[in-house]
DNA sequence: TCCTCATTTCGTCAACTAACGAAGTATAGC
DNA sequence: GCTATACTTCGTTAGTTGACGAAATGAGGA
């Protein structure tokens, strides 16, 4: 139940949810999700923080940088069958795709100048 | 995403997970619910509310009582995928289990005696 | 070594949530 | 109609959550 549980809380925040969405095409680093959900770092990071508690997300750390995706093979029958349903489940969301176009802009950009960003 | 985020925060609190796995194998009244969850009446019937608004649950009014029931073939395919997500993912829990076990003998009882708890 | 900078942790504040009991609503039975 | 009662609504309170900025951490480069 606890299991469960902090999956369930870990999908109950538009901008977790919104997260997960942007890692479904591939790993990101915070900068990067700072710049697309629009929050302070601290916030953000303590978001993927609740996200990879439910081991729906996963960290890697390279250098100064933290890279975020979604979990794999490894993680957990019940938080893999959820990535499935919540992925399934916002296909035609409108705030997902409005994210999906923000993305592929964000995505281009190198890190430096991404990290920038998040001064102004 | 209001849909959505509607059904993820009504699956993000234990009373409410269990309430939705006691109603699996068919229709009980609020009184049974409050039997089984140990709460007050008020309560219980605020979490059952939020069930409803996510469209998880649907309520029916017979006479004084308010019976509460899976959602049906009638729910947002939304809800309708939760719920199965749901009710698979709990099957081995203990406290659900716990909790199917009260219900046996919750059930056998009319609704009348069961009403009274709720005084004491 | 010292500085820079991406990230995390901490402390604080405002907003939200779950709990309760009291009061309100509505129905069955007299 | 009147009463008892099953449930809901309302108001209050305590605990949780999400936001931020400031300070701490820790790796890369001068």
Redesign the interface.
């Known amino acids: 139940?606890r299991e469960?549980?902090a999956i369930?809380?870990a999908?109950?925040?538009?901008t977790r949810?919104r997260a997960l969405r942007a890692l479904r095409d591939g790993e990101l680093c915070l900068c990067h999700l700072v710049g697309l959900l629009e929050l302070a770092p601290s916030t953000v990071s303590k978001h993927l923080d609740v996200l990879c508690q439910a081991r729906l997300v996963e960290r890697r750390k390279d250098g100064r940088w933290a890279h975020f995706r979604l979990a794999g093979r490894a993680a957990p029958p019940?938080a893999r069958?959820?990535l499935r349903?919540v992925l399934?489940?916002?296909k035609d969301?409108?705030?997902?795709a409005r994210d999906a176009k923000r993305l592929a802009t964000l995505r281009g950009r190198d890190l430096k100048e991404l990290a920038a960003c998040y001064k102004s």
Do not use: C, H, P
């Not at 999908?11 to 538009?14: M, N, R």
């Open positions: 139940m469960f549980l369930t809380k999908l109950s925040d538009e949810v019940l069958q959820a349903w399934t489940a916002l969301d409108v705030t997902i």
